[in-house]
């Protein structure tokens, strides 16, 4: 009994090792050094792709969508979103 018992907390040990090291953790995607939003905007929320950086940003008047390159400093598109 003693030997079918440490089988079973061995066998465990490994099932649960080899799914912690086959899923792994995700990384959380890097957010950049500086992120260049219009002044008078607040970021409220990120988005990355593989070509692509989403800003979603809020003022006075609303929320707006940037769209840029990773590693740009520049906003290559921005549309604003309408209730």
Same mark, same amino acid.
């Given at each position: 009994m003693t030997l079918l018992t440490a089988?079973? +907390?061995l066998g465990m040990i490994t099932i649960t090792? !080899?799914?912690v090291w086959r899923l792994g953790f995700p990384s959380a995607p890097t957010l950049p050094a500086e +992120?260049? !939003?219009?002044?008078g905007q607040v970021l409220t929320g990120y988005a990355q792709g593989s070509g692509w950086v989403v800003l979603i940003a809020q003022d $006075? $008047?609303?929320? @707006? @969508?940037? !769209?840029? =390159?990773?590693?740009?400093? $520049? +906003?290559?598109?921005?549309? =604003? @979103? =309408?209730?």
């Open positions: 089988t079973l +907390i090792g !080899l799914l +992120i260049p !939003l219009p002044p $006075e $008047e609303g929320q @707006v @969508v940037h !769209l840029l =390159r990773p590693g740009a400093s $520049e +906003i290559h598109q921005s549309v =604003r @979103v =309408r209730p």
